[in-house]
């Protein structure tokens, strides 16, 4: 063999020995890093949710399997058991003869697959490791089955990339769901994130999504009478009647054109809520009812243009958040030229959020969504009240106001409150912290309204005989009893508390029996 032909084949081999040598190193940290995250996935969902985990390695590709079930549905299952054993074994006089095990139902599980590609080229990409990732429900009764019949699941894309960051892509397929009632139907949807930094940032794109046919009450009103009404069977035993279907008003929801960007920092242990910004941008956002008797859909709400935008800023103890909403369009029978919405937060202690949020993952491991959600109601207030000395001595505050215009005329609704001092212990223990939080702090809300505006509105919410007369004799009540007053062409009223004492207008009003004490 010729010199040139040697090293061109020890070149080859070095190249074939180098590349095995990265894919190995690539496999092995795609394979601790799917380990971390389902390490990560127990601590937050709890142990008895994970019930299988497996991950097989290759040299070019793994496979990976998790199979999650919540503790729900195995507790229903295990309850179901205990009901069966105990009919079994009641086999005294005293037990029911008709006694019967209880069909234990069959848990839903989430199935997760995944295909792991080892880099460097990962899947035809210069990469780490490329994972794809597809769901798909185990379980499922019949019923459920043919709701779903036309929705694809969907699927997850990351690439991970040597510097250890990764770019996520979460797509939805078109598809739909329900059932004659009430549907859901949407076109695809992508949700792309990028990870690695400190930081997460991403865009979220959904052409279209309709929620039809959701009923506006509950189906049993209207039958309480028929519910005991009993007919006789062909043994003269009585058998309960089932409740005849009531015909309901039905509301849809239409939302077109959503594109949204976002970018935050990490805070550990803090989900959600880390500096950042995002952006919101909806063609159209409408809901409309249908009336139980059928016949016209009555317009409720048709927005166009709605521009959103989010910060959330932090130092190293408090954050806080401002939202700000513009759109135009209808609102009930009311065209608007324009509709704003803006609300702050300003300095929320980080720690405190810490607990509330321990409280929900808590909840969650124990007992599911439902349990963690009913656990934060009845726990909320005492963790509120754990953390009501951190809370307070940040010196929170909060703002929200509505502003619209009608007829080029502009209309606004705001309110808000402020801390402006932490209340000594001995205030706390003479009054309790509600009495002492209304001492030390500023409340406020005002209201500006066009007279304009007065008839029309009136007649939007169902009084369509409203004559002129009959709105200059509201306004003259309303001033007389002080609640309002006009300035200009404007009604308007100011509410405010500072100090333990309240104004509304200007003029002193007492706070109801016992508030300060």
Same mark, same amino acid.
């Given at each position: 063999m010729s010199n040139k032909k040697t090293v061109v084949a020890a070149a080859v081999a070095l190249a074939v020995v180098g590349y095995g040598g990265t894919t190995w190193y690539t496999g092995q940290r795609a394979e601790a890093g799917y380990k971390e995250a389902v390490a990560e996935l127990r601590k937050v969902l709890g142990e008895k949710v994970v019930v299988t985990d497996e991950y097989h390695k290759g040299f070019l590709s793994s496979q990976a399997k998790l199979v999650l079930q919540w503790p729900a549905a195995q507790a229903q299952a295990a309850d179901a058991a205990d009901a069966a054993d105990a009919a079994k074994a009641a086999d005294t006089a005293e037990a029911p003869a008709a006694a019967e095990p209880v069909a234990a139902s069959k848990p839903v599980r989430l199935v997760v697959d995944t295909t792991v590609r080892h880099g460097p080229l990962a899947g035809g990409r210069l990469a780490a490791a490329v994972s794809e990732t597809r769901?798909?429900?185990?379980?499922? #009764?019949?019923?459920? =089955?043919?709701?779903? +019949?036309?929705?694809?699941?969907? =699927?997850? =894309?990351?690439?991970?990339?040597? %510097?250890?960051?990764? #770019?996520?892509?979460?797509?939805?397929?078109?598809?739909? !769901?329900? #059932?004659?009632?009430? %549907?859901?139907? /949407?076109?695809?949807?992508?949700?792309?994130?990028?990870?690695?930094?400190?930081?997460?940032?991403? %865009? /979220?794109? /959904?052409?279209?999504?309709? !929620?039809?046919? !959701?009923? $506006?009450?509950?189906? $049993?009103?209207?039958?309480?009478?028929?519910?005991?009404?009993?007919?006789? $069977?062909?043994? #003269?035993? +009585?058998?309960? %009647?089932?409740?005849? +279907?009531?015909?309901?008003?039905? =509301?849809?929801?239409?939302?077109?054109?959503?594109?949204?960007?976002?970018?935050?920092?990490?805070?550990?242990?803090? /989900?959600?809520?880390?500096p950042g910004k995002a952006s919101v941008r909806i063609a159209r956002f409408g809901m409309s009812s249908t009336p139980a008797e059928g016949g016209e859909a009555k317009t409720l709400l048709d927005l166009k243009n709605v521009d959103g935008s989010s910060v959330i800023e932090s130092d190293k103890t408090t954050l806080g958040m401002t939202t700000q909403v513009k759109g135009t369009g209808r609102i009930g029978p009311i065209d608007f030229e324009s509709v704003g919405y803006e609300e702050k937060i300003q300095r929320l202690d980080i720690e405190a959020l810490r607990g509330f949020q321990r409280v929900m993952v808590e909840g969650y491991r124990k007992e599911g969504l439902a349990k963690a959600l009913e656990s934060l109601e009845e726990q909320g207030m005492g963790v509120l009240m754990q953390n009501a000395p951190r809370l307070v001595a940040a010196l929170p505050a909060y703002s929200m106001k509505l502003q619209a215009t009608y007829q080029g005329q502009t209309g606004h609704l705001e309110y808000g409150a402020e801390v402006q001092s932490a209340p000594t212990q001995e205030q706390v223990a003479q009054a309790g912290w509600m009495p002492a939080l209304l001492k030390t702090s500023a409340l406020q809300a005002n209201a500006s309204l066009p007279k304009a505006w007065l008839e029309p509105l009136i007649k939007a919410s169902g009084k369509p005989d409203v004559s002129a007369e009959d709105v200059e004799g509201m306004l003259g009540m309303a001033q007389a009893t002080g609640y309002a007053r006009l300035e200009g062409d404007k009604l308007v009223s100011a509410l405010k508390m500072q100090a333990g004492q309240v104004t509304l207008n200007g003029k002193p009003i007492a706070l109801p029996m016992g508030a300060l004490q």
């Open positions: 769901f798909a429900l185990d379980g499922l #009764d019949e019923k459920s =089955t043919q709701m779903l +019949a036309k929705a694809a699941a969907p =699927t997850l =894309t990351s690439v991970h990339h040597f %510097t250890g960051g990764q #770019d996520v892509r979460l797509l939805l397929p078109a598809g739909e !769901l329900g #059932d004659q009632e009430v %549907t859901m139907r /949407w076109q695809e949807m992508v949700l792309d994130t990028a990870l690695g930094g400190g930081s997460v940032k991403g %865009t /979220w794109r /959904w052409p279209e999504v309709a !929620l039809l046919g !959701l009923p $506006s009450r509950d189906k $049993s009103m209207g039958v309480e009478e028929e519910e005991g009404e009993e007919e006789e $069977s062909d043994n #003269d035993e +009585a058998l309960p %009647t089932p409740p005849a +279907a009531v015909p309901v008003e039905r =509301t849809s929801i239409m939302l077109t054109g959503l594109e949204s960007s976002f970018e935050n920092k990490v805070i550990d242990g803090l /989900w959600g809520l880390g």
